[in-house]
C-alpha cells in the first residue's frame, strides 16, 4: 500500500493531529463568524480614517487573505504590519487590529501598546494570554478565540479562525461587506475540496497526494494574483512549517517584471525548481493573458510546473478553496518527508535565543 494511503502511516508521523486541523477548517470558518459577530462593537468604531491589521506567522496570515480578497472594496486606507511598529500616522481615528493566536507575540503585544498610546481605536484577537487580558484592562472589544476545531493547536491551522474571525468583525463596524450565506458557501467549496482529497481516496484518484509527490524533492514556487495572494501565501508558510520544505511565491503582474530573467541561472534550475500556478475564471483578463504567458516563458526556460484551477463562484470561496487544497497537500509531502507537520524546533529555537 502506498503510504499516503495508510491512515496508520499518516497518523505515526502526524501525532498531534495537524490532519485533524485541516478537515475541521470549514468547521472554523462557521464556529469564528458565529463566535465573533457575537462580540459588541462600540458605535464610534465605525467613525474612522483608516485601518491597521497586526499579527505574526500564522496569525498573520488572515490579513494577508483579507487584504487581498477585499483589498478593492475596503473603503478606508488599509495597512498590514508584520512587525514592532505601528505607522506613525495612527491616531484615535485609526482602527488597529492586533492578532496573536497564543495572546504572547512581543511584536504584537509590541503594537498593541503603541495603539493605545496613540489613543486609537483597536480590537484583540487571540486565544487568550497578555493580548486580551491588556484588551480586558483598557476595556476595549476582543474576540477571544475558542479553537474547539483546531484539535493540533497549531497558528498556522487556525486559519479560518484568523481569517473569518476578522471579517466578522470588520463587516460588523461596516468596513466590508459580508453574510453569513457568504462564509457558508466557503466552508462548503472547503468541505468538497476534503471529500476529494482525504486519506480514504487512493493515489491513483487523490490530486493533493499526486500533487504532493511532485513537490517532493522540489524547491516550490507558487504564483497567484488578486484575490488568490493571501492564499498562496499562507500555503508557502504551512509548507515551510508542516513540511519543513523551502519555497516561496510570487505575484502576477509584479513578477512579470523582474522573476522571468530569473529563471535562466543557475543552470540546475530545471532540476530542482516545480512551479505551481493558482488559476481562477474570477481574474481579470489582463491578468489572465499574463499567466498564459508567464507559463510559456517558464515552459521554455525547461521549468517543471501545474496548474490548481479553483472552481468556486466568489473570492472568498475561491481564496478558502485554495487554502484547504494547500493544506491537506502539504500534510501529504510531510508525511513523504517523513516530517511530524506539528513541530517547528528551529522556530522554537530561535525564541529562545531571543530570551537569552
Known amino acids: 500500500m502506498d503510504k499516503l494511503d495508510s491512515i496508520e502511516e499518516i497518523r505515526k508521523i ?37 485601518i491597521v491589521m497586526t499579527g505574526m506567522g500564522g496569525t498573520g496570515l488572515g490579513a494577508r487573505v483579507i487584504q487581498s480578497v477585499y483589498g478593492n472594496e475596503i473603503r478606508y486606507p488599509f495597512t498590514r504590519i508584520n512587525g514592532y511598529d505601528i505607522p506613525a500616522f495612527v491616531n484615535e481615528k485609526s482602527l488597529v487590529i492586533c492578532a496573536s493566536y497564543s495572546g504572547t507575540t512581543e511584536e504584537t503585544l509590541s503594537n498593541a501598546n503603541q495603539a493605545i ?8 484577537i487571540g486565544t487568550g494570554g497578555p493580548l486580551i487580558d491588556l484588551a480586558k484592562r483598557e476595556r476595549v472589544p476582543y474576540y477571544q478565540v475558542l479553537p474547539t476545531h483546531n484539535p ?11 481569517v473569518v474571525g476578522v471579517l466578522a468583525l470588520a463587516a460588523k463596524i461596516g468596513v466590508i461587506q459580508l453574510s453569513q450565506a457568504e462564509i457558508e458557501t466557503a ?7 476534503w471529500v476529494k482529497t482525504n486519506p480514504t481516496v487512493a493515489v491513483p484518484h487523490n490530486p493533493a497526494k499526486k500533487l504532493a509527490k511532485q513537490m517532493l524533492g522540489r524547491i516550490i ?3 497567484s494574483a488578486e484575490h488568490l495572494v493571501g492564499s498562496t501565501h499562507t500555503i508557502n508558510n504551512q509548507l515551510n512549517e508542516n513540511a519543513k520544505a523551502f519555497s516561496t511565491d ?29 488559476e481562477s475564471s474570477l ?24 496548474e490548481i484551477s479553483l472552481h468556486s463562484e466568489t473570492k472568498l470561496s475561491q481564496a478558502f478553496e485554495l487554502i484547504q487544497f494547500g493544506a491537506v497537500t502539504n500534510l501529504y509531502l510531510s508525511i513523504l518527508y517523513d516530517q511530524n507537520p506539528a513541530p517547528i524546533p528551529w522556530v522554537d529555537y530561535f525564541k529562545e535565543k531571543l530570551k537569552n
Request: net charge neutral.
Open 14 to 50: 502526524d501525532v498531534q493531529n495537524v490532519l485533524g486541523s485541516i478537515e475541521a477548517l470549514a468547521k472554523q470558518c462557521l464556529h469564528a463568524w458565529d463566535e465573533a459577530s457575537a462580540v459588541t462593537i462600540p458605535p464610534a468604531y465605525s467613525e474612522i480614517d483608516n
Open 117 to 124: 498610546k496613540a489613543r486609537a481605536k483597536w480590537i484583540a
Open 152 to 162: 493540533s493547536n497549531q497558528p498556522r491551522m487556525a486559519i479560518g479562525y484568523n
Open 187 to 193: 466552508a462548503k467549496a472547503m468541505t468538497e475540496v
Open 221 to 223: 514556487v507558487y504564483i
Open 250 to 278: 510570487f505575484q502576477i503582474p509584479e513578477l512579470n517584471h523582474h522573476l522571468l530573467e530569473g529563471l535562466k541561472h543557475p543552470s540546475t534550475n530545471p532540476e530542482h525548481l516545480f512551479v505551481i500556478f493558482a
Open 283 to 306: 481574474y481579470s483578463e489582463k491578468i489572465k493573458l499574463r499567466f498564459a504567458i508567464t507559463k510559456e516563458i517558464t515552459m521554455k526556460n525547461k521549468i517543471a510546473s501545474i
